[in-house]
Structures are given as structure tokens and as C-alpha cells.
């Protein structure tokens, strides 16, 4: 069976959306453990309940050797790294070991509100300054550039005048909660492939 890692750092809504298409039967899946980035978060409490396994790497506790520890804990036992909320950096070993097997959810359309912090609210504030009508979310992969990985699928949501950063988070989650179990099912059944640093579904 395809197993995954879910790395979270918050209250785990991306992290919920992945169980319960599991659950339903909606991908062939085991999330084989999920990763805190620190203790205390509502995201591990929701692992807890499906008796997934938790563990929590805490870039205070482990500094730069972060990375390393979470490649301590997957590397032959996952097939694939989710990053859903996941607010820490990867980087070095555990890039390569995964090359194009760790995909991150962004609140927003990857190229445009992105990079190094562009997350959470601080996104949809920048993108409700800037007067754009349209917004969304993006699932890519992940590379050493922050955000910048060959983009998987995207989702378009309106903004209105009348939004601010909380409406308009909100919209843009239900678009995350669809799109990020359907990448992980695509992966899953071996559909994508990544060319010149663009993405291919093979349906």
C-alpha cells in the first residue's frame, strides 16, 4: 500500500481532509505517521484519534538538524512527505532522498503570494491589498527554492470587494481540502510526472 508522512504545525484542517479521504475509501492510502513541528497542536490530536502514529520534531529542540530527524523518521517507511500547514523549512538530505515525493499546499496561485513569509493570513491579506479579483490554492512539489517546486494542481476561488482575510481564508480552505487528497491520489496511482519542471497527469 502507498504510505505518506503528514507534516502539520497547526490545527490540521488539510491534515482532517487527507483522513476522512482515506477513510472513505476515496484513495488506496496509509498516512503512516504524522509530524508536528511543535507540541501541543490540535493536528497531532487529530492523528491521535485515528491512531495514526505522532511524532513531533521542534526546530528549538533539534535546530538545523530539523530536517534530518524528519528524514530519520520516513526515509524507507513513506512513499510520500505532505506538508499540510507545515510551517518550517526542509532542506538538505532529505531533498534529494524524496526528490519529487514531497508536495506542499499554498494558499494561493503559485507564482503570484508566495515565498519566503507568505503564509497563513499574512497571504490573503497581501492578496486582498493588492486588489486581484481572483485567488486560490496551489498543491507542488518541493524543492530548495521556498514555494518554488514544479507546480501539481490549482484552484481558483473569486475575491470580492467585500472580503477581508478571514472570508476569504475560509473559501480558499474548501478548495484545499479537495485538491490536496486528489494530488495525493494521483501520486498514489503513479499519474504524474514531472518534465522540465512541469507537471504531467496521466489520466
Not at 496561485?109 to 515565498?115: A, M, V
Not at 513569509?117 to 492578496?127: D, R, T
Amino acid at each position: 500500500m502507498f504510505k505518506i508522512a503528514v507534516l502539520v504545525s497547526g490545527g490540521g484542517t488539510d491534515l482532517q481532509s487527507v483522513i476522512d479521504a482515506v477513510e472513505n475509501n476515496y484513495m488506496n492510502v496509509k498516512i503512516e505517521m504524522v509530524i508536528g513541528s511543535r507540541d501541543n497542536i490540535y493536528a497531532l490530536e487529530r492523528a491521535k484519534k485515528h491512531n495514526i502514529d505522532t511524532f513531533v520534531v521542534n526546530r528549538r529542540e533539534y535546530g538545523e538538524e530539523s530536517s534530518n530527524k524528519i528524514l530519520e523518521l520516513t526515509k524507507g517507511k513513506v512513499d510520500l512527505i505532505v506538508l499540510a500547514g507545515f510551517l518550517a523549512i526542509l532542506d538538505g538530505e532529505i531533498l534529494k532522498e524524496f526528490d519529487n515525493r514531497i508536495i506542499n499546499i499554498h494558499p494561493s496561485l503559485i507564482p503570484s503570494f508566495c515565498g519566503p513569509g507568505m503564509y497563513g493570513l499574512k497571504v490573503h491579506e497581501a492578496v486582498i491589498k493588492s486588489g486581484v479579483r481572483f485567488s486560490g490554492c496551489t498543491v507542488h512539489f518541493v524543492n530548495s527554492e521556498v514555494d518554488g517546486g514544479a507546480i501539481l494542481l490549482q484552484e481558483v476561488v473569486p475575491v470580492y470587494f467585500e472580503d477581508d482575510a478571514e472570508t476569504l481564508q475560509k473559501r480558499i480552505l474548501e478548495k484545499e481540502h479537495e485538491i490536496l487528497p486528489k494530488a495525493i491520489k494521483l501520486i498514489s496511482e503513479n499519474k504524474i510526472r514531472v518534465i522540465d519542471g512541469r507537471v504531467k497527469i496521466e489520466e
